[in-house]
């Protein structure tokens, strides 16, 4: 045989044995089947998947609500502290707003609203694309709200913090954006809560205690805030304190369920956490079935000798000047509901009045992060994980609103003044709707009396803060600092309320490494 | 050695010599020849040796004690061959006893190469393969096959970037191409891709074949971009041979790191020491045995040949309560019917234990700032237990805010179970004298189970109890129709391969975990999860297959032109339709001029190589492609009952495609002074395109990250390798091998932006939000990023300037004032190297290797952690006792630095004596062929710099973050180790 021949006939041979063995087995199955093992975005077409998105909402929510870096503004507040050494340098930066883009801790109050916005777009963006039958209307309606109300809530912990932030409204975009400026993300705060407004019921139904999901009502009394914060630093929009007041007045009246619990300290407590309706908004946890609890409470308030974290702590002048004010007017019951001033039942069982003297650091203990009652050990004294509420807004909140809104816009209704006593009286231990003499206000500036009482009110739901930096009296508050607080043992450095982020936290330097365009 | 020759002469060779004799009375005035044939190398006898009276077809082989008998008249030559040996020639003149050393052939021309679905002749190579077979490694007492692998191949980086027992060893081939995905390479462990080297018992493995160059690896096409590790086990053949091996390590920590006394910390915190306190050094390291024992049969019987071995280690770890077990068994069979078929079956199982190993050893801990690091920066001052024994103080108010590391690790218990199953058949036929036809069908079972189970929960909250079971299971196939045709023309060799094969694999995972039990004491609370709270399941699935068709071309003329030609398609089930068939095509040529130099001269051999190809990576994973709405976001809105949540839809890029790496390779072989010198250099320059890279994603718009093809990355070098035998006489020999090689990488686009700052992948120190390392246009994978330390501001500075504190960090800032965020090293080694020597002399062997590593930095943000940077608390480290003070104005801040400063940079090179092992092997035993005892060290010295434990180490894994490597934050020093053995042959 000649080689060509030899070629061909084993190249005829090679050929035909392997297309015998290719189509022997036939052609693999190469399509995956994503709906076997997850769920695709295309099931976001009904009113029931869109509640299961918003019900991930809540939990997106409460996974970074529950934590204490969440408030880290909060800590510039007069009314709260830290300590001075241990891996508490991020709180004590805000403390004395001498935070840098570096900081420690600054990043989940940045990015954890960021994941709130992002669900709610996916909702508030499914909406016009989901048939809804007449039955579903109104639950539709309610979760739609809810949304709006979740994107508001969360721009305004974002502009609160930050001041200028980027808005974004659409979903699982990769463009790159600029910072907006404050006006326009009050702008975009202001439509949300008016969508809100408009979606929610009156009154939620079926849920364990009024506020744990927005209502009308919640979604006014989030825009009376917003005005609050309109008409001062740092936009100055006086005319917005009498919108302020005119919605503050609407929660007052639209008999949206709302009423003063009749002990402040109770709504501190693991066993009437529920039992009251004084939640506007209130994050509600879940720590024994869940392993989900609220992470800013319990054992972290604690010095070292109840065996705590020493975290989040109250201020001295505070203590001081409150003590001072409480026995003036006779409002000796909020301040001891606001201070642990008994024995805490932990390692060396210090009293919690005895606080100047203990081992490390002298500072009071804040009993809305110690817990309201000292017995429930297990689920609030051991822990750092308790069931107990978050209070975003309370209705107290909203009654000095409108006091204080009412004042700052030159009004003087007696109703605003029934408001500022209502919250007075239970403070002095009193029934809040039967007026008292001894405890009423009747006559004086009453925005400025108002502010005063929500300074009084309000400590240690970081707050204050921003009450100071709507008012621009940081440095009043600094000023005020009690010659006893610890100095920086480590770097001796000292509170600013002159430099570059007194009023606003800078915006952490990971999200700038992503988006120069945010650092200048 | 001649006493032992004389006894073996009496007990074997006699008798047979006297029936030989005997027998050949009458025959043609021949005598009989006997002798005992030993190998240079080690003295041990050589079975299977040919011996032929020259010109004739007489002869014999060696039994296998080494003997041999032959009729030979006195004016015959013998000739002894034996593959891997030099031929030797000796005249029979009037002896009728020839004993011969046979001298281990340097050049080794014959020897077999695996190049994937084929072999190749070592001296056909066209493209860079280097080649380690286990006389390489057998005289270093080791359990892993990476082990094996270290120091011993240009252009083969294998670091233990952790020294806890069954942890990850991180294995690079000319660098690393990938930023989000592994860079390990591709296993294939005989013809069965995917295989893994942890599992696998190193004394089973023949030959360790790494294809490097793209030419070489292109054969495996979407899987080739990391280069392949083929390995090849071993089959019986002889007479039967047992085996027995056993040997016992002890390991310790190399060092202690220096820290501030309980009374100097004491002072520091305004507390008092109580109980002496505590060093947590000494509680948390301790020396850990290491057993090692080896069972192997192995023969041939007629048509039959087996390898049979059983092997079970038993390893402790330097950290208390960690260990590791490895049960493996493999049968290896092979079967001749008649001339055309070979069937070959071999099976694997093996069992692996993991007590206490988290993230494969790159953490000590579940929570990464516990463990190693957890005990450096713990309160030093306070005891551990009360006196009866239950736990002092769980959390300080000094040094971190974790739960008590030591706790943390007496009261846990987490083991992971490993079961492997692997059974692979090679049928191979002979369909003419050119064609033959393989079928290769494999399979692998692997079955995890996970239990965990924490008493004291690690973290910085003292919690319940948590505990928690998982299982998965993957099975995998594969199945190759291998055809192929050799046919020589002339001068001419041709030969074709076709494969067309498909792979696909099934893995089913489920699990469950609750915490918070009911009764107290549960130290396997995982198999009782029904008594606990917070139940939470989880089951899925996830599924992959490869189709792909294959195709080789080599040619040949006369042995001194050498094309080799591949293309591989290959389709994966990771992709959408569009995007799913990738083609790897190659090419690759040599030229021999070894037949252009004279006979005489002083190179024995040159050869010249190039080749180029195309590899992919298509490891992305199941439904990569396809968003997902994430579960698990369940809320309870009245607090107790939670009601199902989902979360937001996952960012998924639906054109998502393969990585694809191009390379072309040159490299020169040549060896000369009779071969004793072989020299091999390669250059290459590999572009990685396409890079699926986990784009970061700003928290506005939803933050995390995207995957997605963006950006390229190159990787240039030259693998050097210099292979010696200066001695070689029958009683001393020496053997000297040296790699070195370098690689320059650079990342050459990030599909827009200029750089992408990154985390220390995953590992989070202090709750800083910085970025750690930077991926940037123009500079290698691993940039360190961060602050530039210029020491401390001294009280002049303060003094003249108000809001300068003095003995605060200074750094270099920017135009702005602002400190400057800058590159401040790189963690990726540019240049290593491996020496190894054997040297033998008569009964006794030395084997010794050197390796070293440079050229790049380590973050070591232990020891930033351990002065007293942001959030870290006060300093602990003795250093910090000379921090500034208005006295002593030093350089050394007294706190509040950055962690990602370059105070904390250090340079990372070092040189290691890997091992050191010294044999003497016992000849004259009765009934044993060989006895042989030995001592060695491992790590007995590293020579560096760095003020950490171990500069080989990192905490961020081994796999797929090659763009933060070298992050010293409490990974696990390798040990140093002392080991003692014997080794017997029946």
């Known amino acids: 045989m000649k080689i060509a021949e030899i070629k061909t006939t084993n190249l005829g041979r090679l050929l035909s044995v392997f297309f015998l063995m290719v189509s022997v087995y036939s052609c693999a199955d190469l399509d995956e089947d994503p709906g076997k093992t997850q769920l695709s975005p295309s099931t976001l077409n009904s009113v029931e998947t869109l509640g299961v998105l918003v019900t991930g909402m809540y939990r997106t929510v409460q996974n970074d609500a529950r934590w204490t870096d969440f408030y880290i503004a909060g800590f510039g507040g007069d009314d709260i502290t830290t300590f001075s050494a241990g891996n508490k340098q991020g709180f004590r930066e805000a403390d004395w707003r001498i935070q840098t883009s570096l900081s420690e801790r600054t990043n989940r109050a940045w990015s954890a609203p960021y994941s709130m916005i992002a669900i709610a777009n996916t909702a508030i963006n499914a909406a016009p694309d989901i048939t809804v039958s007449e039955e579903d209307q109104e639950s539709f309606n309610t979760i739609i709200g809810e949304a709006y109300f979740m994107r508001a809530f969360a721009y305004m912990h974002l502009t609160r913090t930050f001041g200028e932030v980027v808005i974004n409204l659409e979903v699982n975009s990769l463009e790159d954006r600029e910072l907006s400026s404050v006006e326009q993300v009050y702008q975009q705060i202001e439509s949300d809560l008016q969508q809100a407004e408009t979606l929610l019921p009156d009154v939620y139904p079926g849920i364990v205690a009024i506020g744990a999901r927005p209502s009308k009502g919640a979604a006014k009394g989030f825009l009376a805030r917003l005005y609050m914060h309109w008409a001062g630093f740092p936009i100055n929009d006086s005319s917005k304190y009498a919108m302020a007041a005119a919605k503050a007045k609407e929660v007052i009246d639209g008999g949206y369920g709302y009423g003063l619990a009749p002990s402040m300290r109770e709504m501190w407590t693991v066993a009437n956490r529920f039992n009251h309706n004084e939640g506007v908004f209130t994050m509600v946890f879940c720590d024994e079935l869940c392993d989900i609890g609220n992470r800013t409470t319990g054992r972290l308030g604690f010095p070292v000798d109840a065996g705590g974290w020493n975290e989040t702590f109250g201020e001295i002048a505070f203590f001081e000047d409150m003590e001072a004010a409480a026995m003036a007017e006779g409002t000796m019951a909020r301040f001891e509901d606001t201070y642990i001033l008994e024995v805490i039942p932990r390692r060396d069982n210090p009293n919690g009045a005895d606080w100047r003297n203990f081992q490390n650091e002298p500072h009071p203990i804040l009993r809305k992060v110690g817990g309201g009652d000292m017995e429930e050990v297990s689920l609030v004294v051991n822990s750092t994980n308790t069931p107990l509420n978050r209070y975003f807004m309370r209705y107290a909140d909203v009654l000095l609103t409108y006091a204080e809104a009412t004042g700052r816009s030159g009004g003087d209704a007696p109703e605003a003044w029934e408001a500022l006593n209502q919250v007075r009286r239970r403070a002095a231990g009193l029934d809040p709707n039967t007026p008292d003499a001894a405890i009423d206000l009747t006559s004086g500036d009453l925005g400025e009396l108002a502010f005063t009482e929500r300074k009084w009110e309000l400590a240690g739901e970081y707050e204050r803060w921003h009450d100071l930096v709507r008012m621009d009296r940081i440095a009043e508050a600094f000023a005020n600092r009690s010659p006893e607080e610890r100095a920086d043992v480590v770097n001796n450095r000292t509170p600013s309320a002159t430099g570059p982020a007194a009023y606003f936290t800078p915006i952490p330097q990971s999200e700038i490494d992503l988006s120069p365009q945010l650092g200048n | 050695m001649k006493r032992t020759i004389l006894k073996l002469f009496k007990r074997h060779v006699v008798p047979v010599f006297l029936l030989v004799v005997f027998m050949s009375m009458n025959s043609y005035g021949q005598s009989t020849i006997t002798g005992t044939i030993t190998s240079s190398d080690d003295g041990t006898p050589v079975p299977g040796v040919n011996v032929v009276v020259k010109g004739t077809s007489n002869g014999t082989s060696t039994d296998f004690d080494g003997n041999y008998a032959i009729n030979a008249s006195s004016n015959d030559v013998l000739v002894f061959s034996y593959l891997g040996f030099k031929t030797i020639e000796r005249s029979v003149g009037g002896q009728s006893v020839i004993d011969i050393v046979m001298q281990v052939d340097n050049e080794q021309l014959d020897e077999v190469v695996v190049i994937g679905y084929g072999t190749q002749k070592k001296s056909d190579l066209t493209g860079a393969i280097s080649s380690v077979s286990s006389k390489d490694f057998e005289k270093q007492p080791l359990i892993r096959v990476e082990d094996a692998l270290q120091s011993r191949a240009a252009g083969v980086s294998v670091s233990k970037t952790t020294g806890a027992p069954g942890g990850q060893v991180k294995i690079r081939i000319r660098g690393s191409n990938s930023i989000s995905f592994s860079n390990q390479p591709l296993i294939v462990i005989d013809g069965i891709l995917g295989g893994t080297l942890e599992s696998l018992n190193p004394n089973d493995i023949a030959t360790m074949d790494i294809l490097k160059d793209a030419s070489a690896s292109a054969i495996y096409g979407s899987r080739g971009a990391n280069g392949v590790v083929v390995i090849t086990t071993k089959k019986g053949s002889g007479k039967p041979k047992i085996g027995v091996e056993y040997f016992t390590t002890i390991s310790n920590i190399p060092k202690k790191i220096s820290l501030l006394s309980p009374e100097q910390y004491a002072e ?36 039959l040949s087996y390898f049979i071995s059983g092997n079970y280690v038993d390893q402790e770890g330097v950290v208390f309560n960690s260990d590791y077990n490895r049960f493996s068994l493999r049968a290896n069979l092979n079967a001749k019917f008649g001339e ?18 988290f993230n494969g050893g790159a953490r000590s801990s579940s929570d990464a700032r516990g463990g190693v690091a957890g005990i450096l920066t713990w309160d030093p001052t306070i005891p551990i237990r009360n006196p009866d024994g239950t736990y002092y103080q769980l959390q300080s108010s000094f040094g971190n805010i974790l739960v008590n590391p030591i706790a943390v690790q007496s009261e846990r218990n987490n083991n992971r179970i490993q079961d492997r199953f692997n059974a692979n058949l090679n049928i191979s036929y002979d369909i003419s004298k050119t064609l033959n036809f393989t079928i290769l069908g494999g399979s692998l079972f692997r079955h995890t189970n996970d239990e965990n189970f924490a008493g004291i929960p690690a973290g910085t909250t003292v919690l319940e109890a948590q505990a928690g079971f998982s299982s998965s299971r993957l099975t995998t196939y594969q199945l190759s129709n291998i055809l192929s045709w050799n046919k020589t023309f002339g001068k001419t060799n041709v030969k074709l391969t076709g494969v067309y094969e498909l792979q696909g694999n099934q893995t089913k995972t489920s699990s469950g975990s609750s915490g918070e039990f009911g009764i107290g004491g549960l130290r396997d609370a995982f198999y009782l999860l029904e008594l606990g709270v917070d139940q939470g399941v989880r089951a899925n699935q996830t599924e992959g297959t490869i189709q792909s068709y294959v195709g080789r071309a080599e040619f040949n003329y006369g042995e001194d032109f050498y094309l080799t030609g591949t293309m591989r398609v290959d389709q994966s089930s990771n992709f959408r339709k569009d995007n799913r068939t990738g083609y790897f095509p190659s090419v690759s040529a040599a030229y021999n001029i070894s037949k252009l130099l004279p006979e005489e001269g002083f190179f024995n051999s040159i050869k010249l190589r190039a080749g180029y190809g195309e590899v992919g990576n298509q490891n992305v994973g199941a439904l990569a492609t396809y968003p997902d709405l994430p579960t698990g976001r369940d809320f309870a809105f009245d607090g107790s009952t939670p009601e199902i949540g989902i979360g937001n839809p996952t960012l998924k890029d639906e054109n998502l495609k393969w990585e694809t790496t191009k390379q072309i390779n040159a490299g020169l072989d040549f060896s000369f002074l009779n071969n004793s010198v072989q020299f091999t250099v390669d250059w290459y320059k590999k572009n990685t395109t396409d890079l699926l890279l986990r784009q970061p994603v700003p928290d506005y718009n939803g933050g995390g990250t995207v995957l997605k093809n963006i950006g390229e990355v190159q990787n240039t070098g030259f693998d050097f390798t210099l292979n010696t035998y200066p001695i070689t006489t029958e009683d001393f020999s020496w053997n000297a091998n040296f790699n070195l090689s370098t690689v320059a990488n650079e990342i050459v686009d990030l599909g827009g932006p200029e750089q992408i700052l990154t985390g220390a992948g995953g590992v989070n120190p202090g709750g800083s939000t910085s970025s750690f390392y930077s991926l940037r246009v123009g500079e290698s994978l691993g940039q360190f990023h961060g602050a530039t330390f210029l020491g401390t501001w001294k009280t002049a500075d303060a003094a003249a300037n108000g809001d300068i504190v003095a003995g605060t960090p200074r750094y270099l800032l920017d135009e702005e004032g602002e400190i400057l965020l800058s590159d401040i090293g790189n963690g990726t080694p540019s240049l290593t190297w491996g020496l190894n020597n054997t040297i033998t002399y008569k009964n006794i062997d030395l084997n010794f290797v050197l390796r070293g590593v440079h050229d790049y930095q380590v973050y070591n943000v232990i020891y930033a952690q351990l002065m007293a940077p942001t959030g870290a608390g006060l300093g602990r480290h003795s250093d910090y006792i000379n921090r500034w003070t208005p006295e002593n104005e030093t350089d050394i801040p007294t706190g509040g630095d950055l962690l990602n400063s370059s105070r904390f940079v250090e340079d990372g090179d070092f040189i290691r004596l890997s091992n050191l092992s010294l044999g003497y092997t016992f ?25 950490g434990f171990d500069p080989e180490v990192s905490s961020t894994g081994v796999s797929n973050n090659d763009g933060a490597p070298s992050f010293d934050f409490g990974a696990i020093p390798n040990p140093r180790s002392y080991t003692i053995g014997a080794r017997i042959q029946f």
């Open chain 2, 923 to 947: 000849k004259d035993i009765k009934f044993i062929s060989s006895f042989k005892l030995y001592v060695s060290g491992q790590n007995l010295f590293t020579i560096s710099d760095y003020r």
């Open chain 2, 268 to 303: 520091l915190s305004g507390t008092e020491v109580v109980n002496g306190g505590t060093d947590y050094q000494d509680e948390y390291f301790k020396t850990a045995l290491l057993n090692n024992i080896q069972l192997t049969a192995s023969g041939k019987e007629g048509n």
């Open chain 2, 340 to 357: 055309k078929l070979n069937v070959g079956l071999n099976l694997f199982g093996s069992r692996e234990l993991n007590h206490n190993l």
